[in-house]
C-alpha cells in the first residue's frame, strides 16, 4: 500500500490501494488540479473552467500506462461543488483512465461532475468510473461523449457506495465504424437511491454499441435505470444492444427499469432486455448441500451475478483490486465501517 500527501491545506495521509506500477496518478482536491499544468509523455494537462476541474489532451498509444484520477471532497469545502473533466483523444491516440471519487469527511456533500470526452478518428479510450464516497453524499456524473471514424469507448461505471447517485450517460456515434460499449454495476443498501440515465446515439451508419448494467439492491434501497438506443435515418448496418439485469435481495428494496428502442433506419441489428429477479433457491440448495455457510452461498451467487460486469475491466491487476472490493461490500463491511469516508479504496 502506498501513501500519498496532498497539498498542505489537506492534513490527512489518503491511502490509495488501485495497484500497479505504470499507474501515473493526478489528485484533484475539491475540483481543484493539485499539479502543475503542462506535457509529459504525450498527456497534456490543464485547469478547467474557473480554476476548477481538469482538461486532457492525449496523443500516442498509453494504453499499458493507466491514468488515474483521484478526486477527493475535504473537510475544506462542505458546500456543493460542480466541475468539469474533459478528454480528448487525437486521431489514433490510446488511453486508460481510471477515476476515483472520495471523501474525506462525512459532510452532506454535493457534488456535480460534468466529463465531456472527444475521441478523433481512430482513437480508443478505455475509462472506468470508481464511485466511492460515503453514506450521506449527493454524487452526480454528467458524462457526454463523441466518437468519431472508427473510434472506440469502453466505459465501465461501478457504484459502490454512496448515499445519492446519478449518472448520465450519452454517448454521440458521428461517424462510420466508431464503437461505444458501456458497462456498469450498481450495489445499495440501507436507504441508497441510485440512477443511471444511458443513452447512446447512432448518428452514423455502420457503428456498433452494448450496455450491460447490472445492481444488487439489500434492505429498503431504490434504484432507476432508464437506457435509450437511437439510431438515426440513414444510420444504416446498425448493430446495437442493451441490457440490465437486477437482484433485490428484500422484499422493501425497489427498482425501476426502462430500456428504450427509437429506430428510424430498417437495415438494423437491435435488442433491448431487462430482469429482475431473486437469488436462485435451487441453486442455494446445491452449493449449502456442499457444506457452504448460507452467509458465503448468497456471497457466491451475487459474485456470480456480476462477473460480466467485472471481467469487461481489461486491466487484470486493477479487475483483481475490484473484484476484492465487490466482495467486502457485498459483505456489508463498508456499511460497519460508517466511522471511515474510504471504504478501504
Not at 490509495?16 to 498527456?43: A, H, M
Request: net charge negative.
Amino acid at each position: 500500500m502506498k501513501e500519498y500527501r496532498y497539498m498542505p491545506e489537506v492534513k490527512r495521509v489518503f491511502q490509495c490501494t488501485v495497484p500497479g506500477e505504470n499507474i501515473r496518478q493526478v489528485f484533484l482536491v475539491d475540483g481543484v488540479l493539485q499539479e502543475s499544468p503542462g506535457t509529459q509523455n504525450g498527456i497534456t494537462l490543464s485547469t478547467g473552467p474557473e480554476g476548477r476541474g481538469l482538461k486532457t489532451h492525449i496523443t500516442g498509444d498509453h494504453s499499458e500506462n493507466p491514468l488515474q484520477i483521484i478526486s477527493v471532497r475535504s473537510e475544506n469545502l462542505p458546500e456543493p461543488l460542480e466541475f468539469t473533466n474533459t478528454w480528448e483523444l487525437a486521431p489514433g491516440a490510446k488511453a486508460q483512465i481510471v477515476v476515483c471519487d472520495h471523501t474525506l469527511k462525512e459532510h452532506l456533500y454535493q457534488t456535480s461532475r460534468y466529463s465531456h470526452i472527444t475521441l478523433r478518428e481512430g482513437a480508443h479510450l478505455d475509462l472506468l468510473f470508481m464511485q466511492n464516497e460515503h453514506g450521506r453524499s449527493r454524487y452526480w456524473l454528467d458524462l457526454d461523449a463523441r466518437l468519431y471514424k472508427d473510434a472506440r469507448l469502453d466505459s465501465h461505471i461501478l457504484s459502490l457506495y454512496g448515499g445519492t447517485i446519478e449518472n448520465k450517460v450519452k454517448a454521440h456515434l458521428q461517424e462510420p465504424g466508431a464503437v461505444c460499449n458501456l458497462d456498469g454495476l450498481y450495489l445499495a443498501d440501507g436507504e441508497q437511491e441510485i440512477k443511471y440515465n444511458i443513452e447512446v446515439r447512432h448518428n452514423s451508419k455502420e457503428c456498433q454499441s452494448s450496455q450491460l448494467f447490472k445492481g444488487i439492491l439489500d434492505n429498503s434501497a431504490k434504484a432507476w435505470f432508464e437506457g435509450l438506443i437511437y439510431v438515426a435515418p440513414g444510420a444504416q448496418s446498425t448493430e446495437a444492444f442493451q441490457a440490465n439485469h437486477n437482484l433485490l435481495l428484500t422484499r422493501d428494496a425497489k427498482i425501476t427499469t426502462m430500456p428504450q428502442l427509437e429506430i428510424y433506419a430498417d437495415d438494423v441489428k437491435c435488442s433491448h432486455g431487462a430482469t429482475i429477479g431473486r437469488l436462485d433457491e435451487m441453486g442455494l440448495f446445491y452449493i449449502r448441500s456442499r457444506g457452504v455457510p448460507l452467509e458465503q452461498a448468497h456471497l457466491l451467487q451475487q459474485m456470480a451475478f456480476v462477473h460480466d460486469v467485472l471481467e469487461h475491466v481489461r486491466n487484470h491487476a486493477i479487475r483483481v483490486r475490484l473484484e476484492k472490493m465487490v466482495e467486502s461490500r457485498l459483505r456489508g463491511e463498508f456499511s460497519k465501517c460508517a466511522h471511515c469516508t474510504m471504504h478501504c479504496c
